[in-house]
């Protein structure tokens, strides 16, 4: 790998405004060149690496230190710093993260290309062999910022706190189902299928109102339990109210719900709820 | 660094309600000195004051200052407390299959007895399906029927139409028409939907 | 049964605040219509109506009230922050960078698989980066890209906007802009022959 060959400081100085980054603080002195004979804790290195969330982020460091045009990379210089660093981590036997190997292989392929004559006549379709690589660090450049941009946002329990008051036997309100008519029909028709009883008891085809004057006797009866039969019948409501409460009455005593009583022939007869 | 009072919004009973409504529990009076730097700390006379009114404030509305054991609270008050707790209300379940033949059974054979509906269906009818009906207010005992034991007759209520929009119960199609549905109606359907937006 | 505005305790404004106090998250304008029985449910103009008189009624408290995501809540300021913070010992948790940067992507660019994360960002993800995102509910798995191995495809939840009380995701602070590099083209040549000194 090109990486390894290359040494920092070795030939090229770096220009003097470009202040190199100090890779550890020792004994508070920013150290940028590794004396071969100083022993660095592997750790100082680890927390150097830590800081850089790979190597499109530790690109854009050695970019921005020097207040590079992104756009305009200095591909040569920054491929040789980038080389730097990579070579002094692999000669402390850094257990470098693939990226950082693949990124440097990136730097040198481009660098090759940028080292190429590049045909003449057709610069048009001819890229710059730095775009994929600027469009990359300004693509990351973006998110980074955005990460940033979300650490700063007002956040729940950092910057606010949600109110909250007490709430006394906090309980559990059960709000009934809703209930379609159609499957109430749909579930008598099964019940009533089930029993047979559409074929068998013709007695089921009684007219509802039937039913409904049936409870709505008893009803009454319930608050006075020994009432005038005729008190029943009310003429408004036509021939067909008398014969519906005829029936009623009539389908009550068969099911032994009232008693009709008659105490003397042809005396008053009482429509009586069972004690 | 902001200090008491120096918005109406950091005044010491502001900050004081703030705290008490992000505290998840009864703050203490010692708490509440505490989150007040040494040197701008209020005293006790102070916090006291400052809480007094706070309490005040919340006369008129929802909420109240309460001190118990552990220290005060902020709680909502019982005049709001129906409207409150339904915040916890459970979303329904569907009634079951057997729930509804029943209640079926009820409307189209009132008055009727659970041993009759046990009869039709074939199956007992569990009591938690009639005192569901009853709590719904859809079905009442109307009387008992005159037989050992005295079995309850079972009828439906006024609440009843009212839900599936019925003036009486012949609004109900009869048994013949049921028989010959394929499925219900789809007008049916229709129509009590839209009854329950 | 005691009625809306019965008492001025139990006025619609003062129900409203109850309520959301009570709520333990942001309640949402259709949870704050159903604790209203349906006979006395005052109308979505009313609540709005009634929502903004109980927010002008905090402009001078420690309080807000605040429209995130997933409704509305109350919450202390960040006037009073400094003092309400003090109720914790423990310091609020900080985020690593990967984690930030990795749900700025998601965020900003949902779905996205984690494939796409690791392009933008030159590095791979780390998994329990995905999974504190996940146990926190700020993300969650939407779908899946149908490429060979159907990697998932993550998107932001309504709780990570509440969480950086946002209402929606256009509240984000907009992307950077991508520059074009045709503009520097010319300089090409003479900059490398330089370089390669």
Known sequence: MVATTEQPDTDNNPPAQQ???????????????????????????????????????????????????ILDIPIADITRQYMGYIA?????QFELAAEYLVMAAILAEIKSRMLLPRP?????????????????????????QAAENLDDLPRDGRDFVVASAFVQDQHVVQIPPEVDLGEMLDALRDVLTRADLFVSLQVQMEPLSVRERMTSIIDRLRKNPYMEFQYFFTPEEGRMGVVVTFLALMELTRERIVDIIQNEPMGQIYVKRPE | MARIGDTPRSSLKCILEAVLLAADEPV?????????????RPSDNDLGKALEELGEDYAERGLELKEV?????IQAREDVNQWVSRLWEQRPQRYSRALLETLALIAYRQPITRGDIEEVRGVSVRTNIIRTLQEREWIRVVGHRDVPG????????????????????????????????????????????????
């Open chain 1, 120 to 144: 003449p006549g057709d610069d048009e379709d001819e890229q710059d062999p730095r775009a994929e690589l600027v469009r990359r660090l300004q693509e990351y450049e973006r998110f980074k």
């Open chain 2, 28 to 40: 203490s009076l010692a708490t509440l000195s505490r989150v007040f730097k040494e040197e701008e």
């Open chain 2, 150 to 197: 005295k079995p309850a007759l079972f009828g439906t209520t006024k609440a009843f139409l009212d839900y599936f929009n019925l003036t009486s119960l012949d609004d109900l199609p009869s048994l013949a028409e049921i028989k010959d549905m394929d499925s219900i109606e789809p007008e049916l359907e229709l129509e009590t939907a839209e009854d329950d937006s």
């Open chain 1, 88 to 92: 002094l981590l692999e000669d402390l």
């Open chain 1, 19 to 69: 202040a190199e980054m100090p890779f550890a603080i020792v004994q508070g002195q920013p150290l940028t060149q590794l004396p071969k004979d100083l022993y660095i804790p592997p750790d100082a290195l680890e927390v150097f690496l830590e800081a850089f969330e790979g190597p499109l982020d530790l690109l854009l460091y050695l970019i921005r230190r020097q207040n590079l045009d």
């Open chain 2, 69 to 73: 054991a552990s220290g005060f609270r």
